[in-house]
Structure formats: C-alpha cells, structure tokens
C-alpha cells in the first residue's frame, strides 16, 4: 500500500510482529512478561488445587493467592510443594517442577509443570508422564 511500515517487532527488532513472535517468541518478552504469565497460571492452578485438597486459604479469590513454599492440608493428607527442586539421583534438568502434590498417606507425589506455549511449539511441550 506504498506505506514504509516497519514489520519488525517494536521490542527486539529482530523479528517479524506477528501475534504469534508477540504471545510466545519476543526474546524481550520473555524476560519478564512470559515468566509473569506462567507463575500467574501457576497460582491459580495452586490456588485450586489448594481448595480441593482442604487446604486453609488466607484470601478468597486466586488473585489474590500468594502461594507458599509448603501448604499442608487441613489432616496432614496432602502437601503442596510450589517451586521446589526434585532430588533425583542423576541430574536432570529443569528438576524444579511448578507444583508437586504429595499424598502422605500414599507415599506418592504428582509433579505439575506448567508450560504456555505458541501453537509452534505445542509439540515440543506436549504433557509428559514419568
Ligand atoms: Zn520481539
């Protein structure tokens, strides 16, 4: 249309400005932006899971909801670990899963890992069971 509009991102000024470089690909975006996001969905993924395992909630909405390092259930049934290494016996990496849920009765853990990923990149996130 005989405009001179730039088409690079107004951030990085590396890319093309797509939607997609801008919701999952800006490397100035990721930085900071990215890693709010995530914990955002971290936290209201804790706060539900706080909820529904009988945990006492300080505040009423997930926004709200600053998750602590160790929640115990009201029982002592379930604790909810946020944000905590893994010890395993070989290194792994990224060992520091967003959330683990520990059933003491059981013995037994699930690990929750969150990952906001581009349609791009969906295939390279799919969930994994170990
Ligand atoms: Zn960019």
């Known amino acids: 249309m005989n405009t001179e509009t730039d088409s690079k991102c107004r951030l990085c000024q590396q890319f093309d400005e797509t939607i997609d470089h801008i919701i999952s690909a800006c490397p100035i975006l990721a930085k900071e932006q990215y890693i709010k996001r995530h914990d955002r969905v971290c936290t209201q993924l804790h706060f539900n899971i706080c909820k529904e395992t009988g945990v006492q909630l300080d505040k009423k909405h997930w926004y709200e909801h600053v998750p602590k390092s160790v ?11 946020w944000n905590q290494n893994v010890q395993t016996d070989r290194t792994i990496p990224n060992n ?15 690990l929750i890992d969150v990952a906001i990923s581009g349609d791009r990149n969906v295939i390279k996130k799919k969930p994994r069971i170990f």
């Open 96 to 110: 520091k899963p967003g959330i683990i849920i520990r059933d003491n009765e059981k013995g037994t853990c699930m």
């Open 71 to 81: 929640e115990t259930s009201q029982g002592g049934k379930v604790t909810i670990l």
